[in-house]
Every structure is written in C-alpha cells, then in structure tokens.
C-alpha cells in the first residue's frame, strides 16, 4: 500500500518566520508551497522551491485569497473569473521558481477558506478547474473526496486525489470541522496516529459527533505552521513504515 504525506510550506513571510520547512520537508514526499496570497514571498518561494528540490520532495501549488492579515482562513466573495485570474497568477508566479531549475509542478491544492468553500460551492469548484484545466491540465488537485472539488475534477477529467487531515477532526458529511469550533484540531499526536491509520487501511474515521464515517485516503495532510507539525510527521512516517504502507509522492 502506498499514500503520498503532504504538508503546506513556504508559508513565512518577510521577517516573520512561520514553521519548521528546514527540517518539515525532508520528512515529506509532496510539498504545497505558498505563493504570495496568503503567505510567502519570493525570496520565501525560492528557498521552499530549493529545500523541496535538495530532499526530492514533489512540487505543488498552494494558491489562496489574497489575505495576507488573514492568513487566508477567512472567506471571500470572489466572482469565478476574479478566482480563476488569482488561480493562474499563483501558479505562474510559483513555476517561475521551478522553470529556472527543470523542475516541473505535481499538484495544485487550494488554502484554507478557499479549499472549504470549493468543497461546497460548485461555482467556486468550477473555477479551479477551469484555471488548473487550461493552465496545465496534467497536474493533479488535492481535495476531499467528499466535495465538490473533488467531484468536479473528475467529471471534467481532471487528475485528481483525495487528501486526508492529520490535525482536524471531521464533520458526519465528510467536511472539516471549523477552526471556531471545539475540538476541530486534534493536538495529541497518538490520537493523529491512530485516525490515520484508520483512514488509510480502513478507509473509515470518527467524526466529531462520534460517528463513524468512510473516507478516502490517497494523501495525508499535515499543517506545516501546527505547534506539533514536526513531531506529528516523524511518529507518522515511523507508524506508517511499521504498517507496511510506502509514503511516495504520485509523479513517483
């Protein structure tokens, strides 16, 4: 069995220095790099870029509102064509990064308020695919399984694959709980652990109301600006090695 463990970088900017990228990325096999919207800046891109490419991490494309202040977790009202423009100028501005080197883009995968909203507006989902579709229609999108994304990309042949959280708990209808809500990350690694076992070998989780739901799991996401981010991956690739599941990016 194998499953691609992501996590989001690149997400410093200026002077502010947010997670452990140096140490987070050689642990992964694909990285979502921020790029510029809601994180990250060019001398941030670049050094992401050349981290990812020294550990042989696959490369992806973590666009956002442009909510700097935000962190962009908050939502926007944005018209398609205005999110599909902010969608190609992310991708753009990142593969710069990686042209100057011969590296190419794996994945595109949607940030926080972004990502939630697309899993639940079509709309919003539409415009994702249009942008990645006639920006290079190879590369493949991470979403829930359960969304409108997800769903959406593989009706319009798209690549795509269904990602898991390590650090947030879910809602009966296979959504993330809000980050307002109690209980809606999970703080104890051997908890984090133990979900995602059971989503990778049972395909199925808890979620916050106790029940048990099915879920895909064909990437595991962690948050790279998480207090326990780094412990978080460490345990998990050791637990998953144990299990017999080999962690390998998809362009692998």
Do not use: W
């Amino acid at each position: 069995m194998k499953v691609d463990l992501n996590a989001d970088v690149g997400e410093s900017f200026g002077r502010y220095t947010l997670g452990m990228d140096d140490h987070l990325i050689p642990l992964l096999s694909s990285a979502n790099i921020a790029c510029g919207y809601h994180a990250g800046d060019p001398l941030v891109m670049e050094k992401t870029v050349k981290l990812c490419k020294n550990a042989g991490v696959a490369l992806g494309v973590h666009p956002g509102f442009p909510d700097l202040q935000g962190f962009g977790r908050r939502n926007m009202d944005c018209t398609p064509k205005e999110l599909k423009t902010m969608l190609l100028y992310q991708m753009g501005a990142l593969e710069a990064f990686l042209h100057k080197d011969g590296l190419k883009l794996q994945h595109v995968k949607p940030h926080g308020a972004l990502y939630n909203m697309a899993a639940k507006e079509e709309e919003l989902a539409k415009a994702i695919c249009d942008a990645v579709k006639e920006y290079d229609s190879s590369l493949i999108i991470l979403a829930q399984a359960s969304g409108k994304l997800y769903q959406l990309a593989e009706k319009m042949g798209i690549p795509v694959k269904a990602e898991v959280f390590m650090d947030r708990a879910y809602e009966e209808d296979g959504s993330l709980v809000n980050r307002r809500k109690p209980g809606a990350m999970i703080t104890d690694e051997e908890e984090a652990i133990e979900r995602v076992l059971s989503m990778v070998l049972e395909k199925k989780v808890r979620a916050i109301t106790g029940k048990e739901i099915p879920i895909q799991a064909d990437s595991i996401c962690v948050h790279g600006d998480g207090e326990k981010a780094l412990l978080f991956v460490e345990k998990l690739r050791k637990t998953l090695e144990k299990e017999g599941v080999t962690i390998e990016a998809f362009s692998r």
